[in-house]
């Protein structure tokens, strides 16, 4: 991830960059790889160029398609959070890659990801940022999120994106023994919770209060 314009000029720079990952570590992110991940995924090449110098406040910003990417803390938040419980090399299952950069960070941490966004132009944009930042261990596909990706379960990992009414069978289904699920569930009022799967028992903890898009089923050309 090299290069004048991954590396960022201004507010956009490696520097702002450190200050975005010590707030993070201030508001109690303790996993040193996921803030390590933080400082070197560029933010700013994920969004609009109208946003880029906002790239590192602790905000979500609009992206196309009336989508957002989530505020740093989120990601941090959600990854630090799958990562507790997934053994290493895990192969995880991101269901929103929306604009690609929890996506990118994932791809820091895990073995492979495999991601699928249910908006295909969105999904397309997403493939090129990744490619430029030569991220090749990820996997995308245009489908609907809440089937998940059954020919390539079980996963040692699934984070989901945006919030679900209630949690999805099928993704249940597909976590592997031990596997970890991340997601922000609810409507209007919504809550980051954690399943767990240890054998025919799904043990869950609900944690803050979240806002994130709905997710929506089936796929949009």
């Known amino acids: 991830m090299s290069g004048p314009h991954h590396q960022g000029i201004g507010m956009t720079s490696p520097r702002t960059r450190e200050r975005m990952v010590q707030r993070l570590g201030d508001q109690g992110i303790r996993n ?98 990744l490619r430029a930042l030569e991220v090749v261990n990820v996997t995308l596909k245009c489908g609907d999120g809440y089937l998940g990706w059954e020919l390539e379960a ?12 209630k949690l999805p069978e099928a993704l249940v289904k597909q976590l592997s023994d031990g596997g970890v699920l991340v997601l922000p569930e609810g409507q209007r009022q919504q809550v980051l919770k954690v399943y767990q799967k240890r054998g025919d028992t799904l043990l869950q903890a609900s944690l803050e209060a979240v806002s994130f898009v709905p997710l929506l089923p089936g796929v949009e050309r």
Not at 54 to 77: C, G, K, M
């Open 32 to 129: 040193l790889r996921v803030l390590d991940a933080m400082l070197h995924v560029p933010r700013h090449v994920f969004v609009d160029e109208a946003f880029a110098q906002r790239a590192y406040e602790d905000a979500a910003l609009p992206i196309a398609f009336n989508q957002t990417i989530s505020q740093p803390y989120i990601v941090a938040r959600m990854t630090e959070l799958l990562l507790a419980g997934m053994p290493d090399n895990a192969k995880v299952l991101e269901i929103g890659t929306g604009c690609g950069y929890q996506t990118a960070v994932l791809a820091a941490l895990t073995r492979h990801v495999l991601s699928i966004e249910r908006i295909a132009p969105l999904l397309e944009r997403a493939r090129q940022r």
């Open 154 to 165: 079980p996963f040692d990992g699934i984070l989901v994106t945006a919030a679900a009414p």
